[in-house]
């Protein structure tokens, strides 16, 4: 595939739409209200909103292609939420016009829980708790085909652009096509550029990154991981897949995620990693489980056989697996 593949034009449309609707929540303030499903997991209308659209674009364009995401409408369908979906079906309506509810809920639910040969892996807002904080969060959509990651896509609208102004200008477009590299594009599209990992060999000289929420990884391990290495740089602590994008581009040497130690069983989800991890990788970054293992996108929504993440410039990839034996 290559960026004129009607896969990657669509995919790109998709995200960007999603992206436009999830800051105008966010710019509402619709986006501070939130509900926890029945995992205890916050959603908002900016999650269903943003599956709507991207599944009902997706599909449009290749509907005989699976789609396994996130969310589905089942919460919303209760008479308890109906205005909640009403607010869905509002903003929804602001981009793709005359969207009755029924017809929003039945975008969504083109969602399957199903894998398949090909299929697509959509987190319509991975980081919702980033959002809801104003912080990161990414709309992370990616292409499998027998099990390989062919293309990655996201969306980070609060990501600064530049990483070396943080504080410049913000909304970023990560694209990963297999074989062809890693890009970052601002959130119109323009200024499209090749990214490429850190090339730092030294451990002492790295940085990480890794989640905000503690309960999502181990700080007090990766605090003690970094003790080891000398590394003496703060973590860089940032919602959703957007710190795929951080090694990616070069900000950081590497992505920690442990399971945190009060769910140290926990298995990731597919759509958690898809888009990131081929971005990361084709722009030279290796990717494995906390024990070497290659992230496995093939046993279903849950990656069963794998344990945490590591996402590095390659270089450090085995020094960093070494020091997790500690
Ligand atoms: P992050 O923003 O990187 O912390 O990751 C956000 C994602 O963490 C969400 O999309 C959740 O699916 C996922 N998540 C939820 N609970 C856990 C957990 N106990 N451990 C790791 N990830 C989790
Ligand atoms: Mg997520």
Known sequence: MNENSLEVVAALQAITIASALCEKIRKDLAG??????????PVTIADYGSQAIICKLIKEKFPHDIIVAEEDSAELKKPSRSRILDQVTHYVNGF??????????SWMDFSS????????ALDPIDGTKGFL????????????????????????????????QPNGKKGCLFLAIRGRGSFQMDIDGGDRRALSVSTVENPSEASFTESVESDHTDHLLHQHL????NITRPSLRMD?????????????TFYLRVPSSSEPDYRENIWDHAAGSIIAEEA?????????QPLDFTSGIKMKKNHGVVVTNGILHDIVLEALKM
């Open 32 to 41: 501070r209200e939130s509900f926890l499903k029945s995992d205890r997991s």
């Open 96 to 105: 793709v016009q005359g969207a009755s509810s029924k017809e929003v809920c």
């Open 113 to 120: 829980h199903f894998i398949a040969d090909r299929f697509w």
């Open 133 to 164: 904080r104003g912080d990161q969060y990414a709309i992370a959509l990616a292409l499998i085909e027998k099990g390989v990651l062919t293309l990655g896509f996201m969306a980070c609208p609060n990501l600064y652009v530049d990483k070396d």
């Open 226 to 229: 970094a003790q080891k290495l």
């Open 240 to 252: 959703s897949q957007a710190k795929y994008g951080i090694v990616a581009r070069g900000e950081a």
């Open 284 to 292: 030279g970054g290796r990717i494995t489980d906390t024990f070497g």
